[in-house]
Nanobody, 123 residues
Framework: QVQLVESGGGLVQAGGSLTLSCAASGRTFSTYTMGWFRQAPGKEREFVALITWSGHSTYYADSVKGRFTISRDNAKNTVYLQMNSLKPEDTAVYYC????????????????WGQGTQVTVSS
């Protein structure tokens, strides 16, 4: 089992920045693709970004490309999401997730999930 704990959410003004962290338990973190997803009120959960086990490959949703950066530190069992130029439409609960078998933008492919952290962007 892998436990994921997100932190770093909060309230920020439009144009501001936040960095989310996701700490993972377990010795096999470095073998997993890690993803960030988000769910806004009344909407389905959507893919935000992913990073492969080595950190060499990343992929972003079009809506965040150029503004968000995903990274990981395998020595610390932690994945990060640096969010810049935040917009009110970025308001959501942000979840990190681990994909044991491969890498995908589909949430059904992810095996382990955190509890989420709220990000609120005021206009």
């Amino acid at each position: 089992q892998v436990q994921l704990v997100e932190s770093g959410g909060g309230l920020v003004q439009a144009g501001g920045s936040l960095t989310l962290s996701c700490a993972a338990s377990g010795r096999t973190f470095s073998t997993y693709t890690m993803g960030w997803f988000r769910q806004a009120p009344g909407k389905e959960r959507e893919f935000v970004a992913l990073i492969t086990w080595s950190g060499h490959s990343t992929y972003y949703a079009d809506s965040v490309k150029g503004r968000f950066t995903i990274s990981r530190d395998n020595a610390k069992n932690t994945v990060y999401l640096q969010m810049n130029s935040l917009k009110p439409e970025d308001t959501a609960v942000y979840y990190c997730a681990a994909d044991v078998m491969g890498w995908s933008t589909g949430e059904t492919q992810y095996d382990f999930w955190g509890q989420g952290t709220q990000v609120t962007v005021s206009s």
